[in-house]
């Protein structure tokens, strides 16, 4: 199983803007992801990128506001987030690993997690 660490969370003010960073290995995966957990909720899914790197996709929630890239020279996955709001309050884990990335935004393809970083949006 392959251990991941998030950095990046921390407190914003609404309208602000956070960067989270994923050191992965260069293994080829075909799901990267990033997942949050909101207060008294599952963890759903954010942002996916199929490949590597690949096209990716996003929560509606999030569309247009948050940006999940690759720098394949650092193997580091990112996920950009402007415009944050309280409902984006959360704690994000990156994720990789996925036997098919036609299922990406399934939690169960994933073999590879982080402990998660807070993200605290206040208004």
């Known amino acids: 199983q392959v251990q991941l660490a998030e950095s990046g969370g921390g407190s914003v003010q609404a309208g602000g803007s956070l960067t989270l960073s994923c050191p992965v290995s260069?293994?080829?995966?075909?799901?990267m992801g990033w997942f949050r957990q909101a207060p008294g909720a599952a963890r759903g899914g954010v942002a996916i990128m199929r490949g590597r790197p690949g096209p990716t996709d996003y929560a509606g929630s999030v569309k247009g506001r948050f940006t999940i890239s690759l720098d394949s020279a650092k193997n580091t996955l990112y996920l950009q987030m402007s415009s944050l709001n309280s409902e984006d309050t959360g704690v994000y884990y990156c994720?990789?690993?996925?036997?098919?990335?036609?299922?990406?935004?399934?939690?169960?393809?994933?073999?590879?997690w982080g402990q998660g970083t807070q993200v605290t949006v206040s208004s």
């Open positions: 260069g293994s080829i995966y075909n799901c």
């Open positions: 994720a990789v690993g996925g036997a098919r990335a036609s299922d990406c935004w399934n939690q169960d393809q994933y073999d590879g």
